[in-house]
């Protein structure tokens, strides 16, 4: 079985899997929303995410289908934001409130501060996380072919146990699957969350 992780960062965020062959961890290339996939300077860091987000304002029939409990407990249908490198290209073209450079600071200490709006409504830091988290696990489906079952996420060690509470909340997998655990991992990631569910099926 695949072993996978997560660093979610205020910046930049990254998955990676378990490699067999070499007995080491390799980064999960997502061409489509990491930050520049042409360039190779690692001080850019170009091959991780950047942890902005573009919520949908008009979403379309399956998008809004893919919100129906029974559906996102089974599967990942439709859009609920841009994430990565195009929100960030769609900022650009104009100041929208639907957009949040970051949010992994405001998800550790105030998850329900509003971040963003969709017509009349707030959204919070809770939900922003939520839809980025959704859209980072479909891209990953789309890239790899294969289904996330375990997940190891990382922790801040300053704000450790009201984080490994908000990352439980975020709710994109199947509840009935849930089981998470603190796990320590090697330096200079000290602390972490052990996220053991199922995952929805991707469409």
């Given at each position: 079985m695949t072993g996978w992780a997560l660093d979610l960062g205020t910046t930049n965020s990254g998955i990676a899997r378990w490699d067999?062959?070499?007995?080491?961890p390799q980064l999960v290339?997502?061409?489509d929303v990491c930050r520049n996939p042409e360039r190779d300077d690692p001080l850019e860091a170009p091959r991780m995410v950047p942890s902005a987000v573009h919520l949908l304002e008009k979403p379309?029939?399956?998008?809004?289908?893919?919100?129906?409990?029974?559906?996102?407990?089974?599967?990942?249908?439709?859009?609920?934001a841009l994430i990565g490198r195009p929100a960030l290209e769609r900022k650009r073209e104009a100041a929208h409130p639907a957009f949040v450079?970051?949010?992994?600071?405001a998800l550790s200490s105030?998850?329900?501060r509003p971040l963003a709006r969709l017509g009349r409504r707030a959204v919070t830091a809770r939900e922003v996380a939520r839809a980025f988290l959704r859209e980072l696990l479909v891209a990953t489906?789309?890239?790899?072919?294969?289904?996330?079952?375990?997940l190891v996420v990382t922790s801040p060690v300053s704000a450790f146990?009201?984080?490994r509470a908000e990352v439980q909340r975020l709710?994109?997998?199947?509840?009935d699957a849930q089981d998470l655990r603190a796990f320590d991992l090697a330096p200079p990631l000290l602390q972490g969350l052990v996220a053991r569910r199922s995952l929805p099926a991707v469409e």
């Open positions: 067999e062959a070499t007995g080491q290339e997502l061409p379309g029939v399956f998008d809004r289908l893919g919100t129906w409990p029974p559906v996102a407990r089974r599967m990942f249908l439709g859009r609920r450079p970051t949010f992994k600071a105030e998850s329900t489906k789309h890239a790899t072919g294969e289904r996330l079952r375990d146990e009201t984080y709710d994109v997998h199947q509840p």
